[in-house]
């Protein structure tokens, strides 16, 4: 069976600091992969997206960057991070080519900027 | 880009009610999925729907996609506590991205 995870589950970070999010897809290959931010209570919002490796494709301008060295690897950083960079971050992993996309997602990291 | 907007955003009712959640788009969506997400968890899929005027019943929950596609409901029967979360409608945007609504948070009263 395929399990997905991400780490850490909590984050506290001051600003300006770095910022590196990993998550890992186990059971599948060639998933594609997303990474989302949730605002407290609300929607998803897409920030990357992948359909393979060193494949990104970027949704929002931002100072946020994602990177895939590996087929089942997907990593969200930052250089510096922003107060608005706070939230909680969202790995998913969907099976490509099929006629709709059904999403799972990770546990989430929780991360406080401060 | 789409957009998708749910209603009511927020939602309390007592146990054994009966309640309708909406999901509306000005866009044609090729499917729309809803997912509940439980507080520092991710979401997990309850239903896609495909066809329009499509319906699906999982247990106590009914899910309809409208005629054009544009927009979709889950009424809930008989809510539980256990119904207690956060609903999110999301649309297939192109081939391979979803577009989320802001979420219905729900929450059932004992």
């Known amino acids: 069976s395929q399990t997905i995870h991400q780490w850490p589950a909590t984050l506290v970070q001051p600003v300006g600091s770095p910022l590196s999010l990993e998550c890992t897809v186990e059971?599948?290959?060639?998933?594609?992969l997303y990474w989302y931010r949730q605002a407290a209570g609300r929607g998803l919002q897409l920030l990357f997206y992948?359909?393979?490796?060193?494949?990104i494709s970027s949704e929002v301008p931002q100072n946020l960057s994602a990177s895939r060295p590996q087929d089942r690897q997907f990593i969200l950083s930052s250089k510096k991070l922003l107060l608005s960079d706070s939230g909680f971050y969202l790995c998913?992993?969907?099976?490509?080519?099929?006629?709709?996309?059904?999403?799972?997602f990770g546990p989430g990291t929780r991360l406080t900027v401060l | 880009t789409q957009l998708l907007e749910q209603s009511p955003q927020f939602l309390s009712i007592q146990e054994g009610e009966n309640l309708t959640v909406y999901c509306n788009s000005s866009?044609?969506?090729?499917?729309l999925q809803w997912y509940r997400q439980e507080p520092g968890e991710g979401p997990v899929l309850l239903v896609t729907?495909?066809?329009?005027?499509e319906v699906k019943k999982l247990k106590r929950l009914t899910f309809q996609f409208g005629d054009a596609r544009k927009d979709s409901s889950l009424h809930i029967t008989a809510a539980q506590p256990g119904d207690t979360g956060l609903y999110l409608c999301?649309?297939?945007?192109?081939?391979?991205?979803?577009?989320f609504g802001q979420g219905t948070r729900l929450t059932i009263n004992p």
């Open positions: 729907v495909v066809t329009g005027g």
């Open positions: 059971g599948t290959s060639n998933p594609n």
């Open positions: 992948s359909v393979g490796i060193g494949q």
């Open positions: 998913a992993w969907s099976v490509p080519g099929l006629g709709f996309i059904e999403q799972f």
């Open positions: 999301a649309g297939v945007q192109g081939a391979q991205k979803l577009v």
């Open positions: 866009s044609v969506f090729s499917s």
